[in-house]
């Protein structure tokens, strides 16, 4: 008879065999993307001496207001399958309909026994602290790897996006748990838009109208620009489905991270009539570097600066307007800019993700610049 074991992990050891796990579940797998170990060791509190030195300092800022119990499946005393049981107590706060638990950082072999004792056991962690409703995957929050990947598996992610075998969406479904959100990741061809005249006439009507200006990120006063950027996530995008604002600690941590590799055309403040209307978060796609580095950035890291010129792609994570400018194809304004700064840095394609199925006003503003949706995910939701 099968012997499945759901084990807590809660030694170093055990937290550092959760975090390898997805080496060994998609070591045959050509697309997949290790995330930063730097990054996942501060998520999981084993942080060592190289960690501090790029940052990663203390607690992870999502244990401000989170809690997150990790579990580990053996099957016949092998090592096959990882959960984590969520609770976030910020989200609850804000989303009262439910009390709402969620599931996450979830990897498995192909095995639908394993996955339902991986299930049982953190739905069984959020019924005991009285949650009613169980979410995932969200590793650990929204704001963070959020949703499974049903379509483009045929592809590497882009940065911070996640990446699952295709046949997980069948362990899930199995289960019982049914799909609550749909998120959409769009392809832009850079030339496309370049050369579309209808973009480019619409955008400078809308720009003159609007007296729309766009500044790029000050690299030299980034303590005063970290605070507008508080301003504008916190408020252009906490009335979305699922969103929780993010900590002024969490905040931080994102600027340190990205501020080394930062290009500022990328990162523009919107301003209408002088007032500060939104803003837009664009990267670039440095996974095309880091999917050959193993998740390691010691010793070969430095090719993060040396190939940038090899990196085609940017990912466009973030455009938000305040709720008074939003419907008045500002967004579109933005994507010109943002594509015209890529274009002269060599790239030729940008995604811009992710971006809930059921915002008509984002998904109407894609199509306005020609973009296609070449990737989905799906967010899975229960009673419990």
Known sequence: MTDIKIVPANSKSQK???????????????????????DMRYMFGLNGLFDSIIGNKGRHPFYEYGQMQLYLAYKDNRLVGRIAAINNDKYNEIHQQYKTGFFGFFECINDQNVANALFDTAKKWLKERKMNRMQGPASPSSSYDFGLLTKGFDDYPRVDMPYQHEYYQHLYSNYGLPCEQELLAYKMDAATIFNNEKLKRGAALVQKRYNVE???????????????????????WQPLWGIVPLS????????????????????????VDGQLAGMAVAVLDFNHILKDLKGKLFPHGYKIFTQKS??????????????????KGIDAVVYKHLIDAGMKRGFEYCEGSYILKDNA???RGMRAVSAEVYKEYKVYEMDI
Do not use: C, H
Not at 16 to 38: E, G, H, Q, R
Not at 310 to 327: A, C, H, N, S, T
């Open 16 to 38: 550092k065999a959760f975090m390898m796990l997805p080496f060994d579940i998609y070591k045959n797998n050509k697309y997949w993307v290790s995330p930063l170990l730097t």
């Open 214 to 236: 766009i500044r790029p990120i000050d690299m030299k006063n980034v303590k005063e620009e970290v605070k507008k950027i508080k301003e504008v996530y916190n408020k252009a």
């Open 310 to 327: 090899k990196v085609k792609w940017m990912r466009v994570i973030l455009l938000g307007l305040f709720p008074e400018f939003q419907g």
């Open 248 to 271: 002024d600690a969490e905040i931080d941590a994102y600027a340190e991270k990205f501020i080394l590799i930062a290009i500022p055309e990328l990162i523009p403040f919107i301003y």
């Open 361 to 363: 006003m984002m998904n």
